[in-house]
């Protein structure tokens, strides 16, 4: 198994946005907020000593306002593909007065055994 989590974190952290695991978000925290889960974790080619995996995240931008809404998933897409994620899908969501985007991003990724 290989963990990029470490490394992605970083990267949005360089980029101005702090990411924070879905499951520690709550009403106290300050908008925007951008959460992510990960979605998928598996082999896809294994060899004697090297292998490859499938990484898959959940990323979730939460804003007061479409427009920011709007502009912080700009910036998280940005991140995330030069990261060399694929975008894999996107759903637009109010809610109790916030906006969500919710994306998900793919990518392959070398892993030594």
């Known amino acids: 198994m290989v963990d990029i989590t470490p490394e992605l974190i970083k990267l949005f952290r360089a980029n101005g946005i702090t990411l ?5 978000q709550d ?8 959460t992510y889960s990960e979605a998928e974790n598996s082999d896809n080619a294994v ?3 090297v292998g490859y995996s499938n990484i898959a ?3 979730n931008v ?3 306002s479409k427009a920011e809404c709007m502009s912080v998933s700009k910036k ?10 694929m975008r894999t899908g ?4 109010t809610y109790g007065g916030l906006y969500r ?5 793919r990518r392959l990724v070398y892993e030594a055994f």
């Open 62 to 64: 939460w804003t007061k």
């Open 101 to 105: 985007h919710i994306w998900t991003y």
């Open 27 to 34: 009403s106290v925290n300050e908008y925007p907020l951008v």
């Open 76 to 85: 998280v897409d940005e991140v995330m593909h030069s990261a060399e994620f």
């Open 90 to 93: 996107s759903l637009f969501q």
């Open 57 to 59: 995240y959940t990323i």
């Open 47 to 49: 060899g004697d000593n």
């Open 20 to 24: 924070i695991a879905e499951e520690v």
